[in-house]
């Protein structure tokens, strides 16, 4: 595992990085009821593992942003609850990452992702939730299976290094 300790100045660097992948990714959405379901997780996924709880969040949550801006806002100030939300995801994915290993965080963090979908509720309706759940368990596996190997595959190449 790469966890040596990172400047204040390289862990920003890589926040905008990361941020600027989910960017990227935000342009990649999946055709759903909410515009805003996309992939632009992945590296917030990958900073949890990679970084932390901090980073996770970080990019995580401005990665949601992003991708609600490119939808246009469709669930209105809710976004603001979902960044929150995603926020929570990377710090989950990093948490359990550290105690259990990488599967049980992309696990952990793939979980809260897809409970979060009852946030929708209150603008779509409760019969919405399941239909939005499905297509955010879609993209939040391909997100986070996207991460780790990502990472996996760096922290392989890293061992021959040390």
Do not use: Q
């Given at each position: 595992?790469?966890?040596?300790?990172?400047?204040?100045?390289?862990?920003?660097?890589?926040?905008?990085?990361?941020?600027?992948?989910?960017?990227?990714?935000?342009l990649v959405p999946i055709p759903s009821p909410v515009g805003s379901i996309a992939l632009?997780?992945?590296?917030?996924?990958?900073?949890?593992?990679?970084?932390?709880?901090?980073?996770?969040?970080?990019?995580?949550?401005?990665?949601?942003?992003?991708?609600?801006?490119?939808?246009?806002?469709?669930?209105?100030?809710?976004?603001?609850?979902?960044?929150?939300?995603?926020?929570?995801?990377?710090?989950?994915?990093?948490?359990?990452?550290?105690?259990?290993?990488?599967?049980?965080?992309?696990?952990?963090?793939?979980?809260?992702?897809?409970?979060?979908?009852?946030?929708?509720?209150?603008?779509?309706?409760?019969?919405?939730?399941?239909?939005?759940?499905?297509?955010?368990?879609?993209?939040?596996?391909?997100?986070?299976?996207?991460?780790?190997?990502?990472?996996?595959?760096?922290?392989?190449?890293l061992r021959r290094f040390d």
């Open positions: 595992m790469y966890n040596k300790r990172v400047s204040k100045t390289r862990l920003l660097s890589e926040v905008a990085l990361f941020s600027a992948l989910s960017g990227l990714g935000a632009d997780s992945f590296p917030g996924y990958f900073m949890a593992l990679w970084r932390g709880a901090l980073g996770g969040a970080l990019v995580c949550a401005i990665g949601h942003l992003l991708s609600s801006f490119r939808a246009g806002f469709p669930l209105g100030p809710l976004h603001i609850a979902i960044a929150l939300l995603m926020a929570a995801v990377g710090v989950v994915t990093a948490v359990l990452k550290r105690r259990f290993g990488i599967i049980a965080g992309l696990i952990g963090g793939v979980s809260v992702n897809v409970a979060g979908s009852v946030l929708v509720a209150p603008v779509l309706g409760w019969s919405m939730v399941p239909v939005v759940a499905t297509f955010l368990l879609v993209a939040s596996v391909i997100n986070a299976a996207t991460a780790g190997v990502i990472c996996k595959t760096l922290e392989r190449g």
